[in-house]
């Protein structure tokens, strides 16, 4: 096996075995976006998602909107890196077949 | 496959334990150890070829910090992906731009292999092997951060000595060996080689028959 070949492998499984942990972690972060809304001069904050072809707003109580922000980020950043893996993951199949 | 996102995510993670007081209780091994020697001026002339995506780090004393501090959490906390391997029992951290973060220790006793829960707060496998490492390691100071790594000779000690075992490493061990040999210090080398096992020391003469390398001292 050259050096090439086992970096691959190595990477391969690696990124397969990360891949899992990151949708495993996915699964439990809210999906959507945050929305603000001012009525009558005060800030409202809304969690919006598409179902079907509505989209569906749940009110954010204001001490959880920070908690909320911070995970809406963390998931765009894990469906970032899972695309990258998964990109990755097609590489090294396509070079080793 | 390393980018300077990559980089960045050391020194990322290299920062959050040095904010928590927790980098005096690791030795940084592995791949990111050369990095560390070329970009440090330790070895002059010397570049790191190969690195890979895993940061390991060695636990230098599982019950140290006195106070146990949870590294998970504060991973966590900073945005790091947090895995369990049911397999293997051990704990990974994952960065964002896709690096393994790994922790191990010198198992000590019988056994094979352990996973042992640390003071860290991080299931860690105890590997054997480790104590050239830790018995030699040396600190170096690079962007404010003091930063403990195995001495060079030391590191290639270990490297050779595990070399059979690797598996699907071992080819990439030897590139690193074979890189790292002509900058290493002779007599260090043997001060370290003379502390070994007669089974280590038995790996090394082996290791150095079969790739027809020679060295003054061994």
């Given amino acids: 096996m050259t050096v090439l070949d086992s970096v691959l492998q190595e990477e391969?499984?690696?990124?397969?075995?990360?891949?899992?942990?990151?949708?495993?972690?996915l699964s439990t972060l809210?999906?959507?976006?945050?929305?603000?809304?001012?009525?009558?001069?005060?800030?409202?904050?809304?969690?919006?998602?598409r179902v079907g072809l509505k989209i569906i707003g749940n009110y954010i109580p204001p001490e959880e909107v920070q908690q909320i922000k911070d995970q809406v980020a963390k998931r765009k950043q894990l469906e970032k890196s899972i695309r990258e893996l998964e990109i990755n993951i097609k590489k090294i199949e396509r070079v080793v077949k | 496959m390393i980018e300077g996102t990559q980089y960045k995510d050391f020194w990322r993670f290299i920062n959050l334990l040095h904010e928590n007081d927790l980098l005096q209780h690791m030795v940084v091994i592995g791949s990111w150890a050369e990095y560390l020697y070329a970009q440090s001026g330790i070895l002059p002339g010397f570049t790191a070829n190969l690195r890979t995506l895993d940061i390991d780090f060695l636990i230098k004393n599982m019950r140290r910090p006195v106070k146990s501090v949870n590294i998970t959490s504060l991973?966590?906390?900073?945005?790091?992906?947090?895995?369990?391997?049911?397999?293997?029992?051990?704990?990974?951290?994952?960065?964002?731009?896709?690096?393994?973060?790994?922790?191990?220790?010198?198992?000590?006793?019988?056994?094979?292999?352990?996973?042992?829960?640390?003071?860290?707060?991080?299931?860690?496998?105890?590997?054997?092997?480790?104590?050239?490492?830790?018995?030699?390691?040396?600190?170096?100071?690079?962007?404010?951060?003091?930063?403990?790594?195995?001495s060079p000779e030391a590191?290639?000690?270990?490297?050779?000595?595990?070399?059979?075992?690797?598996?699907?490493?071992?080819?990439?061990?030897?590139?690193?060996?074979?890189?790292?040999?002509?900058?290493?210090?002779?007599?260090?080398?043997?001060?370290?080689?003379?502390?070994?096992?007669?089974?280590?020391?038995?790996?090394?003469?082996?290791?150095?028959?079969?790739?027809?390398?020679?060295?003054?001292?061994i």
Avoid at chain 2, 101 to 123: A, S
Avoid at chain 2, 181 to 210: S, V
């Fill in chain 1, 12 to 25: 391969y499984e690696r990124s397969k075995k990360m891949k899992a942990a990151m949708e495993r972690e």
């Fill in chain 1, 30 to 49: 809210p999906s959507g976006y945050i929305s603000k809304k001012i009525i009558n001069k005060n800030a409202y904050y809304y969690l919006q998602r």
């Fill in chain 2, 75 to 150: 991973a966590k906390e900073a945005g790091y992906t947090i895995d369990h391997d049911v397999m293997e029992g051990t704990t990974k951290i994952y960065t964002q731009d896709l690096m393994e973060i790994e922790f191990i220790i010198e198992q000590k006793g019988k056994g094979d292999n352990p996973v042992i829960k640390t003071n860290l707060g991080v299931n860690v496998q105890a590997l054997r092997h480790l104590s050239s490492l830790t018995n030699n390691s040396i600190l170096i100071e690079l962007f404010g951060f003091s930063i403990t790594v195995p």
């Fill in chain 2, 155 to 217: 590191y290639v000690i270990h490297k050779i000595v595990i070399n059979k075992d690797r598996g699907i490493k071992s080819e990439k061990d030897i590139q690193a060996i074979i890189s790292l040999l002509p900058f290493i210090d002779k007599e260090k080398f043997k001060e370290i080689f003379d502390h070994l096992t007669k089974k280590e020391q038995q790996e090394i003469n082996n290791f150095m028959a079969n790739k027809n390398t020679r060295w003054d001292g």
